[in-house]
T-cell receptor, first 110, second 113 residues
Framework: LAKTTQPISMDSYEGQEVNITCSHN???????ITWYQQFPSQGPRFIIQ???TKVTNEVASLFIPADRKSSTLSLPRVSLSDTAVYYC???????????FGQGTTLQVKP | DVKVTQSSRYLVKRTGEKVFLECVQD?????MFWYRQDPGLGLRLIYF???????EKGDIPEGYSVSREKKERFSLILESASTNQTSMYLC????????????FGQGTRLTVV
């Protein structure tokens, strides 16, 4: 499983767009990139997954460059309720084993 | 909606006790996981099961065992609880073939005194 590196923490203000970048230099051909969100005292929640280029859903966008050695989670116009820990995972969809890194703690300020 | 239910939200046990943490999922998922989460250490995988009676060690299996007799239920067992096993324990499940999209329970905060 490819190792991931992401910033330990980030601060933002309400209404701003937040971009969290994850490095995964050893990503394998079959690996997908997945992001989770975790609020205090709750289990992580799946946000978005992609393989290449761009994926968008109602929560976030995921940008993946051609070499796939990094990815960027983009949260548009954050609010206080987006304060959470965000985890980037890289792995193969059908093997099932999920290894989480340290995650990025996003603090949204008023 | 997928539901992953952990039997207890809070649990206090004594050192040396045998502790069972139960997890049930209602979506017929093949994969089930047990993690522990500690401040500054993130989520660490204890055990992973990809089918009934099948299991694989995660990063920190020492002091733990698991049981999966039925597809919907995955139990984590602390054979002899110790204070360093005080932690938040999280169970998750996922569908084979969509293994990177896992669903988590609310967690069990275990305190060993």
């Amino acid at each position: 499983l490819a190792k991931t590196t992401q910033p330990i923490s980030m601060d933002s203000y309400e209404g701003q767009e937040v971009n969290i970048t994850c490095s995964h230099n050893n990503i394998a051909t079959n690996d997908y990139i997945t992001w989770y969100q975790q609020f205090p005292s709750q289990g992580p929640r799946f946000i978005i997954q992609g393989y290449k280029t761009k994926v968008t859903n109602e929560v976030a966008s995921l940008f993946i460059p051609a070499d796939r050695k990094s990815s960027t989670l983009s949260l548009p116009r954050v609010s206080l309720s987006d304060t959470a820990v965000y985890y980037c995972l890289v792995g193969v969809s059908n093997t099932g084993k999920l290894i989480f890194g340290q995650g990025t703690t996003l603090q949204v300020k008023p | 909606d997928v539901k992953v239910t952990q039997s207890s939200r809070y649990l206090v046990k004594r050192t040396g006790e045998k502790v069972f943490l139960e997890c049930v999922q209602d979506m017929d998922h093949e994969n089930m996981f047990w993690y522990r989460q500690d401040p500054g250490l993130g989520l660490r995988l204890i055990y992973f099961s990809y089918d009934v009676k099948m299991k694989e060690k995660g990063d920190i299996p020492e002091g733990y065992s698991v049981s999966r007799e039925k597809k919907e239920r995955f139990s984590l067992i602390l054979e002899s609880a110790s204070t360093n096993q005080t932690s938040m324990y999280l169970c998750a499940s996922s569908l084979k073939g969509r293994g990177t999209e896992a669903f988590f329970g609310q967690g069990t905060r275990l305190t060993v005194v």
